[in-house]
């Protein structure tokens, strides 16, 4: 299943177009919630349709690897 919690993509559209995104949580509506490195501090809602799926999943737990991930240096 490509929406799933972890799961890494690039956003197509939006102020954040370009810049990888992992997926923190999936909404009833359909809707996810994602975490980039241009806007980091706070979970924002998004249409799956906006975004490009990869192959790659993280632990969404794990701070040091969403920050890997996201490429954000320091804390």
């Known amino acids: 299943m490509l929406i799933e919690v972890g799961r890494v993509c690039v956003k ?3 102020r954040d177009a370009g810049s990888r995104a992992i997926i923190t949580s999936v909404m009833p509506d ?20 906006h975004l490009e799926f990869l192959k790659e999943v993280v632990d969404v737990k794990n701070k040091e690897q969403i920050n890997k991930t996201l490429g954000i240096m320091g804390h």
């Open 30 to 49: 359909g809707f996810v919630k994602i975490i980039t490195a241009t806007r980091s501090k706070k979970d924002r809602r998004c249409n799956p349709r």
């Open 12 to 14: 197509k559209y939006g």
